[in-house]
C-alpha cells in the first residue's frame, strides 16, 4: 500500500520496481523450429519525480534510458511485457503481467488537453516529413491564443514565423529539435518527459533548453530528463538517476557530484572520473548485452570492488541520503 506522505501528495511520477521484457523466437530444436524466449531489458527500476524538480536519468546507450520514457507513455510495442507500478499523480497508468497497448495510458492527460505528460522525443524523424511544420506544432488547434503561443515559444527559441511554412527537411537538426520542445510545451502538461532533447544544438540553445526545463518545474511542475550529459544535466537537475544495463544503480542529489567521495556506487564514481573536468578518465570493458547479464550485480566484470556477495541479488537501499544497488557501500 503506498504511504500517504507529504512526499508521496507531491508525487507528479512513481515508478517502482519496473521491468519489462521483450518476447522473442529463436532457433529451437528437433521438430520445433523456433522457441519462444524473453529479453529482459529493464529490472527493477525506480525513479520519482516530484513537483518542483528536475530529475535526470543518465547512462550509456543501451542502458534503458529511452525504453523507460516509452513505458510511461504507452508506446512500448505489442511484445513487452511489464511488471511493476508507474503511477502519475497518484494513479497507476501501468500494466502489471501483461502486454502493453497504446490504449492503457488514454488517462495520462487531464480533460482539456492540459495538465498531462508531454514527450520531446530523441529521434528528429519523429514529425510527419509531409506535413508544415506550424501545422504540426499547433495540431488541430485553430484558436488564435495558439498561434500565439506557438510564435512566442518559437522566437524564445530562436526560430522565426517562417518556419511555421517549412517542412520538416527544410530545417536543420537542431532547429528541429527545438520545434520538438516548442510542440511539447503547447499544452502547458504537468510532466515533460525530455528524451536526449539537446544533440544538434550549441552550447548556448543547449543551456537555454536546461534553463526551460529549470524553470518549468520551478513552476510546480516536474521534468523527467533523458540523457547521457551529465555535466548538462548537473546544470539544472535536482536529482540524478544513474542506470546501467537496464536498472537504476544509483540516485544522488546533483550536488552529490561535487565531489567523487560523495557518490556512492562504482559505476557513478567511475561516470565522474570520466568527465573532462575530473580527468576524462576512460571506463574499461563495456556494458553487457540484455542476454548476457551476470547474476547479482550487473557491474560486476567491471566493478574495481567485485566481490563473492556480489554475485546474489543486489537490492536499492538507502546510504548517506541517496538510493544504491551496492552491498560494498
Known amino acids: 500500500m503506498k504511504k500517504d506522505t507529504p512526499e508521496a501528495a507531491q508525487e507528479l511520477l512513481s515508478i517502482e520496481n519496473l521491468s519489462i521484457r521483450f518476447r522473442q523466437y529463436e532457433n529451437g530444436r528437433g521438430r520445433r523450429a523456433f522457441r519462444q524466449a524473453f529479453l529482459p531489458v529493464i529490472t527493477d527500476l525506480n525513479v520519482t519525480v516530484r513537483r518542483g524538480e528536475v530529475v535526470a536519468v543518465v547512462g550509456a546507450s543501451g542502458s534503458g534510458k529511452s525504453l523507460l520514457a516509452h513505458a510511461v507513455l504507452g508506446l512500448l510495442p505489442a511484445n513487452a511485457f511489464l511488471e511493476g507500478s508507474i503511477r502519475y499523480r497518484g494513479r497507476r497508468i501501468g500494466p502489471q503481467d501483461r502486454a502493453a497497448g497504446g490504449a492503457l495510458f488514454a488517462d495520462r492527460q487531464e480533460p482539456g488537453g492540459t495538465g498531462g505528460i508531454a514527450l520531446v522525443p530523441q529521434s528528429v524523424t519523429w514529425l510527419d516529413p509531409l506535413m508544415k511544420i506550424g501545422k504540426q506544432v499547433l495540431a488541430g488547434r485553430r484558436t488564435a491564443a495558439a498561434k500565439e503561443r506557438m510564435r512566442t515559444l518559437f522566437a524564445g527559441y530562436g526560430l522565426s514565423e517562417e518556419v511555421e511554412k517549412r517542412y520538416p527537411h527544410e530545417c536543420s537538426g537542431g532547429m528541429i529539435r527545438r520545434i520538438l520542445l516548442v510542440a511539447a510545451l ?86 565522474w572520473r570520466a568527465m573532462p573536468a575530473n580527468g576524462f578518465s576512460p571506463i574499461e570493458g563495456s556494458q553487457p548485452y540484455a542476454k548476457d547479464l551476470p547474476e547479482g550485480c550487473v557491474f560486476q566484470e567491471r566493478c574495481p570492488w567485485f566481490g563473492e556477495e556480489c554475485r546474489k541479488e543486489i537490492p536499492l537501499r538507502q546510504v548517506r541520503g541517496g538510493l544504491v544497488r551496492c552491498v560494498r557501500v
Open 186 to 271: 503547447m499544452d502547458d502538461p504537468e510532466l515533460i518527459i525530455a528524451d536526449e532533447p539537446t544533440p544538434g544544438m550549441d552550447e548556448a540553445l543547449a543551456g537555454q533548453a536546461m534553463e526551460e526545463l529549470r524553470e518549468f518545474a520551478d513552476a510546480g511542475k516536474g521534468v523527467l530528463l533523458i540523457t547521457h550529459d551529465i555535466e548538462l544535466a548537473l546544470r539544472g537537475a535536482d536529482r540524478i538517476a544513474v542506470f546501467y544495463a537496464g536498472t537504476t544503480v544509483e540516485v544522488a542529489e546533483a550536488a552529490d557530484f561535487e565531489k567523487e567521495e560523495l557518490l556512492r556506487h562504482p559505476y557513478t564514481k567511475a561516470l
